[in-house]
């Protein structure tokens, strides 16, 4: 079935510092690829999304480009801010309308 | 924008009582989601309703759980006799049938504490 491995936390960076939170999947066809954010005590938010191999979803400075050959969307980005603290999840969607499979969240947590 | 909501915010309820957990998807959006997410642990797909019936479900959603659209507006998840191991975060979703990427769209989250 399809399943999302994701960088285990938590991680700690300071601020203006660079993120990269791994993120590999395995699934049959073509998903549909995205990060999700939860803040605390909040609930998902879509941060960005990719649907086909080589997009790029961005969004509010975070990057992640959807790598077929890799099977991975790493979750970049260049300078984080102590209001990035946060835990980011990474999910896929299988064709069609078919529920999110989640990878596990990796807590970020952003000290000036 | 338009947003999914839910209620309560926080439910608190003691183990074998049973529990309704509300939520107002999307207006224009036809499918609907239940997923769980235990504390410190991942998002966990319950089940998926559309045209009035269940479309997909997880092996979590046993024969406790019940879904429902009551009216045109509210989407609920019954749990009959709740078990101390029910206490999670419980979201709601919805996501429009389109030919376009069906992107699911989260409600804020019920907080269930089964004492």
């Known amino acids: 079935g399809n399943s999302v491995t994701q960088m285990e936390g938590p991680v700690t960076l300071s601020e203006e510092a660079f993120l990269t939170i791994n993120c590999t999947y395995t699934a049959t066809g073509y998903p549909s690829l995205f990060w999700y954010v939860q803040y605390p005590g909040e609930g998902l938010q879509l941060l960005l999304k990719a649907t086909k191999a080589d997009d790029k979803g961005s969004n509010k400075g975070f990057e992640a480009t959807y790598r077929k050959e890799t099977t991975s969307f790493h979750l970049e980005k260049g300078s984080v801010q102590v209001s990035d603290s946060a835990v980011y999840f990474c999910a896929l969607r299988g064709e069609g309308n078919t529920p999110l499979v989640f990878g596990k969240g990796t807590r970020l947590s952003v000290i000036a | 924008e338009p947003e999914v909501t839910q209620t309560p915010s926080h439910q608190v309820t003691q183990m074998g009582q049973e529990v309704i957990l509300r939520c107002v998807p999307i207006?224009?959006?036809?499918?609907f989601y239940w997923y769980r997410q235990i504390l410190g642990q991942k998002v966990e797909f319950l089940v998926s309703?559309?045209?009035?019936?269940?479309?997909?479900k997880s092996e979590i959603f046993d024969d406790q759980f019940s879904v429902e659209r009551p009216d045109g507006s509210n989407f609920t998840l019954k749990i009959r006799s709740t078990k101390l191991e029910d206490s999670a975060m419980y979201f709601c979703a919805s996501s429009v049938l389109t030919s376009g990427p069906y992107e699911q769209y989260f409600g804020p989250g019920t907080r269930l504490t089964v004492t």
């Open positions: 207006s224009n959006h036809l499918y």
């Open positions: 309703f559309y045209n009035n019936e269940i479309s997909e």
